[in-house]
């Protein structure tokens, strides 16, 4: 089976930069034929994203911030009243108080808590949500969790939480819209260069850590997360949903590094 996305049409959500996981899966996506919009939030953002959105020959921007209902309203109906149909949508978005990154996990506060379960987990379900009113024949929604997840991450604290919330939900939202055709999904890849990845406290031993110890001896490429995204939202994904796809050079399989590197 040719995989591609020729003919299909699909909003991104959460590119940051030219270095974002969700810039690396657009423009994968792009490559495979897809047409796309973009989601930013706020004018800064605005800045940056469009550039790259033009660059690929997308001049479909919507502003989203996924905390007001009446800006997801908006920029729904925009995707609508534009393509009246969808057949996936990417959401890239996590976001935790930096200064909560550090430190112990008990010290979590109520507020960052509840803002970081609200923006990094409760957003996807409200997109799927919305994504699926406007996939009447079947589609995909895809997600980017981290094996901090699973497992104690230095400095990973409540996005940790947040993470396993958010798989819990891709499982639950496959559930839901499976009857509807729709398949739902987790891309896990290991640590990533990006600006995310850098407000985490000790990304460089991490990223470190992780390409000695990974069975391929490398961290994930933002072409390899792409291909993967790509897969699972074309026809060769079409049996894939409530999935955590795992693009991370096999390191979640390790339970303890090399001799070599203690």
């Known amino acids: 089976m040719t995989i591609t996305l020729e003919g299909k049409r699909g909003l991104i959500m959460g590119v940051a930069n030219d270095r974002s996981i969700a810039w690396g899966i657009a423009s994968a996506m792009h490559a495979a034929g897809a047409e796309l919009a973009f989601s930013y939030q706020g004018e800064q953002l605005e800045r940056r994203v469009r550039p ?16 007001n209902d009446e800006m997801m309203d908006a920029c729904f109906a925009q995707v609508k009243e534009r393509w009246g149909t969808m057949d996936f949508v990417v959401h890239a978005i996590a976001f935790s108080d930096k200064t909560e990154l550090t430190g112990r996990f008990t010290n979590t506060s109520r507020a960052n808590f509840t803002n970081s379960l609200n923006i990094s987990c409760y957003s996807f379900i409200d997109v799927a949500r919305r994504a699926a009113e406007l996939m009447p024949d079947g589609g995909c929604a895809l997600t980017l969790t981290y094996q901090g997840s699973q497992r104690v991450i230095p400095y990973y604290n409540v996005m940790g939480v947040a993470k396993a919330a958010l798989e819990a939900s891709t499982r639950y939202l496959a ?23 850098a407000a985490i406290g000790g990304a460089r031993k991490t990223f470190k850590h992780t390409a000695e110890n990974a069975p391929l001896r490398s ?27 795992h693009v991370d050079g096999g390191y979640h399989i390790i339970g303890m590094p090399k001799p070599e590197t203690l």
């Open 52 to 67: 790259l959105a033009e660059g690929i020959g997308s001049d479909f921007l919507v502003e989203a911030d996924v905390t």
């Open 175 to 197: 559930n839901d819209l499976g009857p509807q055709g729709i398949r739902v999904n987790a891309i896990s890849p290991g640590p990533m260069k990006t600006l995310a990845g």
């Open 219 to 245: 961290n994930a490429t933002l072409e390899a997360v792409g291909g993967t995204a790509v897969w699972l939202a074309s026809d060769a994904g079409a049996y894939t949903s409530g999935e955590v796809v």
